[in-house]
């Protein structure tokens, strides 16, 4: 059981450059969301996704992306990188349900845009 | 909306010390969760704690304790016996609507440092 697993770990783009971040959780848990964490802050909600197929805006969702074809994956697209953008950028899952409160966290990516 | 308000940027404490940690909340939500999560300097997010706002005690886990005064809206996180292992950031995050799907809200969070 890996968890969530997120990857790349590390990447530096060029502004304007475009990728996308992968994430993947293998305990078949309905919901998964993505935050950003800015220096010396705490985590802001950019996207979630409450099943396959349905996705819904966060705090700050601007200039990203995504998508959820699966159960299990649940990558994140910037399209046109700004400095703005650079952050750890953390995955995380929930089952949902009755007493399913955790939410498990994926090691994140640090992404560094020049 | 929910918020949550961490008004400590660092604390210090001595070794096999206890320790409070502050984070108050606002919600207007008649059910939600309080969370407490550690990040070391590896940078993951570690899962402590959790308070139901209808649970009738506060939460313990081990070593971490979380003194629930629904009142005052204040979910202090209190650490008994401090170990140099325990130096880490330390937020408090809050989820409404516990039936639904709302998202975790998070704190900016404290710098505990250990000190031996």
């Known amino acids: 059981n890996a968890g969530v697993t997120q990857t790349p770990k590390f990447r530096i783009l060029k502004i304007g450059q475009s990728m996308t971040l992968q994430c993947t959780q293998d305990?078949?848990?309905?919901?998964m969301y993505w935050y950003r964490q800015d220096p010396g802050m705490g985590l802001k909600l950019i996207y979630y996704?409450?099943?396959?197929?349905?996705?819904d805006k966060g705090e700050v969702p601007n200039g990203y992306n995504v998508s959820r074809s699966t159960t299990e994956d649940f990558p994140l697209r910037l399209e046109l990188a700004a400095p703005s953008q650079t952050s750890v950028y953390f995955c995380?899952?929930?089952?949902?349900?009755?007493?399913?409160?955790?939410?498990?966290f994926g090691p994140g990516t640090r992404l560094t845009v020049t | 909306a929910q918020k949550i308000t961490q008004t400590q940027p660092g604390m210090f404490v001595q070794e096999k010390e206890a320790v409070t940690l502050d984070c108050t909340y606002d919600?207007?939500?008649?059910?939600?969760?309080l969370f407490w999560y550690k990040q070391p300097s590896s940078g993951e997010m570690i899962f402590l704690i959790y308070?139901?706002?209808?649970?009738?005690q506060n939460a313990t886990e081990g070593r971490y304790s979380l003194n629930f005064q629904k009142a005052r809206k204040s979910a202090n996180l209190v650490i008994s016996a401090s170990q140099l292992g325990d130096s880490a950031m330390y937020f408090c995050?809050?989820?409404?609507?516990?039936?639904?799907?709302?998202?975790?809200?998070f704190g900016k969070g404290t710098r505990l440092s250990v000190i031996a």
């Open positions: 995380a899952s929930r089952k949902g349900g009755q007493g399913s409160h955790e939410q498990y």
């Open positions: 305990m078949n848990h309905n919901y």
């Open positions: 996704s409450v099943g396959a197929g349905i996705t």
């Open positions: 919600t207007s939500d008649p059910s939600y969760g």
């Open positions: 308070q139901g706002s209808y649970d009738q």
């Open positions: 995050a809050m989820r409404g609507h516990l039936s639904g799907n709302t998202p975790l809200v």
